[in-house]
Every structure is written in structure tokens, then in C-alpha cells.
């Protein structure tokens, strides 16, 4: 059993920045990977990012390719997405997701255990 909580959301102004953070807890973490994705008001979830706890290899959706950042601290079992240059369009709840044997997927469908989300609001 795995449990997620992410954290560090809030209300933004477009172009700022803004770090989530996935602090997992479980056995076997190491054996997972994970990903971010969100979910707006009347739309369906989506890709934000992904990657594994013992590589730097990361997938990211194209729409935020470039401005934001998945990165993971081991030492804390903490996942992060780090966003910069912020835009409405980004205003969802993200959650942070594990997937069991390590296999970097794109859906959501994969993944085996999901945080409660925090919301990400940005403002024009």
C-alpha cells in the first residue's frame, strides 16, 4: 500500500512560478513510478509529467514541455513538479500518481495508487 499527499498549491498570477510536492509513504517506493497529471473544471484528466525514482528520465505533455520540471528527492520520498511561466490554462487540480514495476505511462489507467490533488489556480 502506498500513500500519496500532495501539497503546495495555491492562487498565482500568470508567468509565476510554483513547486508541488508528492510525499509518498509506503513499502517499496523505489519500485514505482510516478507521475503528475491534473484534471480542470469539465475536462478530463490529463498527462502533466513523469518519471522514476532512480533515473533522471523524464516525460512531460507538450503543453508543458520547457516550463515545468519533475524532479524526486529520495532521502524524503518526495516527488516534485516544479512550474515556471505559469499560464490560465495551467489553473487545475494536480495529483501526483505511482505506478507499480517502475513503467513510465502516459495513462492514467496505469497507475496504482493517486493523492487527493491540490489545486493550482492561476489568474490572468
Known amino acids: 500500500q502506498v500513500q500519496l499527499i500532495e501539497s503546495g498549491g495555491g492562487l498565482v498570477q500568470a508567468t509565476d512560478s510554483l513547486r508541488l510536492s508528492c510525499a509518498a509513504s509506503g513499502r517499496g517506493l523505489s519500485a514505482y513510478a510516478m507521475g503528475w497529471f491534473r484534471q480542470a473544471p469539465g475536462k478530463e484528466r490529463e498527462f502533466v509529467a513523469a518519471g522514476t525514482w532512480s533515473s533522471t528520465r523524464a516525460y512531460y505533455a507538450d503543453s508543458v514541455k520547457g516550463r515545468f520540471t519533475i524532479s524526486r528527492d529520495g532521502a524524503k520520498n518526495t516527488v516534485y513538479l516544479q512550474m515556471n511561466s505559469l499560464k490560465r490554462e495551467d489553473t487545475a487540480v494536480y495529483h501526483c500518481?505511482?505506478?507499480?514495476?517502475?513503467?513510465?505511462?502516459?495513462?492514467?489507467?496505469?497507475?496504482?495508487?493517486w493523492g487527493q490533488g491540490t489545486q493550482v489556480t492561476v489568474s490572468s
Open positions: 500518481a505511482a505506478s507499480l514495476g517502475g513503467i513510465i505511462a502516459l495513462g492514467g489507467g496505469k497507475y496504482d495508487y
